[in-house]
């Protein structure tokens, strides 16, 4: 069955750029029908959406994080990646990729992974 | 922006029902979900779509959504059932999903 691993630098500086990539096992990332996303939870908070992308390119984004997020998707690699740019100590979060499914939820999900910003 | 809002806790005595509500404009027309989230995992879908349970889902579970108002009904709620709960929407018209707050679950 799909799943999804993200992986990148577990600590980042403040002001600098959060790179993380969500590598798509067991299925094609250009299936059609799905959005490839990236979610945040905060230590102790809720869930936070950040953004998808479609296969083909297409890219939605929180409105609150569009300024300073970018996702993009490597089909060859089967993978998809986010970037968050200009870091501070509240984008500390466990960050989680996610399968958004044409009935609109998200059906799979990563294990996620602990980002800290710190200096 | 939109906004959902779920009550941030809820209690219930194991065998008894519990429901937490999801509130948001025109919710019912903007397919709700819900995910349960136990400490230090992932979440997992329990709701989608309003009202279906995905296989494995304990048919306790059960999901509605009318006007402004998405309900999560737990029925005979297990010791095992308690967890952070979220609700979330999808808008049509933006694409953009948003997710509720949360409300954590004890069952005592």
């Known amino acids: 069955q799909v799943q999804l691993q993200e992986s990148g630098p577990g600590l980042v500086k403040p002001s600098q750029t959060l790179s993380l990539t969500c590598t798509v096992s067991?299925?094609?990332?250009?299936?059609?029908?799905?959005?490839w996303s990236w979610i945040r939870q905060r230590p102790g908070k809720g869930l936070e959406w950040i953004g998808y992308?479609?296969?083909?390119?297409?890219?939605y984004y929180n409105p609150s994080l569009k300024s300073r997020s970018t996702i993009s998707v490597d089909t060859s690699k089967n993978q998809f990646s986010l970037k968050l740019s200009s870091v501070t100590a509240a984008d500390t979060a466990v960050y989680y990729c996610a399968r958004f499914a044409s009935n609109w939820y998200f059906d799979i999900w990563g294990r996620g992974t602990l980002v800290t910003v710190s200096s | 922006s939109y906004e959902l809002t779920q009550p941030p806790s809820v209690s219930v005595s194991p065998g008894h029902t519990a429901s937490i509500t999801c509130s948001g404009d025109?919710?019912?027309?903007?397919?709700a979900s819900w995910y349960q989230q136990k400490p230090g995992r992932s979440p997992v879908v329990v709701i989608y779509?309003?009202?279906k349970r995905p296989s494995g889902i304990p048919e306790r579970f059960s999901g509605s959504n009318s006007g402004n108002t998405a309900t999560l009904t737990i029925t005979g709620t297990q010791a095992i059932d308690e967890a952070d709960y979220y609700c979330q929407a999808w808008d049509s018209s933006t694409l953009h999903v948003e997710f509720g707050g949360g409300t954590k679950l004890t069952v005592l």
């Open positions: 992308i479609y296969y083909s390119g297409s890219t």
């Open positions: 779509q309003q009202s």
């Open positions: 067991g299925g094609s990332i250009s299936s059609g029908a799905y959005y």
């Open positions: 025109a919710l019912g027309d903007k397919y």
